[in-house]
């Protein structure tokens, strides 16, 4: 995620995106509220309109549900948006993934450096045994 220390500024697709999440966030949990606010005057209600009890309750108990099952499509709504802002993390969150590539590439460059230099001293090493074996059976008397 971008630190608070630097400003991020967003392109205007992504600025629109996560505006919609917004958008949708806000909607989502109207709707649950709505409904739930319903739901609780439904179960409370005390009816003095003209149609029998029975018919009142059938009623009732068939809005409860309706609402009900808007709650449940504002609930998968919210779901849904919490997976597309996991996306959008994931898709967007480059900053931390280049850091992490960065510090990668560094302690890569610094293991070859070492590797190398070691290599180096092998080969100068094996160099200088070579030449003293070299001179040895030059000047051996068994040739």
């Known amino acids: 995620m971008a630190s608070s220390s630097r ?5 205007q697709s992504k600025e629109a995106l996560l505006k919609s999440y917004n958008a949708r966030l806000k909607d989502d ?4 509220l709505e409904n739930f606010e319903e739901i609780l005057k439904l179960a409370r209600r005390e009816s003095h309109i003209q149609i029998s009890k029975t018919t009142q309750c059938e ?9 009900a099952a808007n709650m449940v499509r504002a609930g998968e709504s919210l779901m849904k948006l919490v997976a ?8 967007n969150d480059f900053h931390s993934v280049n850091e ?6 560094q302690l890569f460059r610094t293991t070859q450096i070492e590797c190398d230099k070691k290599l180096m001293k092998l080969r100068d090493e094996m160099a200088m045994d ?7 059976y030059y000047t051996s008397i068994f040739k």
């Open 7 to 11: 400003t991020t500024i967003l392109p």
């Open 29 to 32: 949990v109207r709707s649950m």
């Open 59 to 67: 009623q009732d108990a068939l809005e409860m549900q309706v609402r």
């Open 84 to 91: 597309d802002l996991k996306q959008y993390l994931i898709l």
């Open 100 to 105: 992490a590539i960065t510090n990668n590439s």
């Open 130 to 136: 070579l030449y003293d074996l070299e001179e040895e």
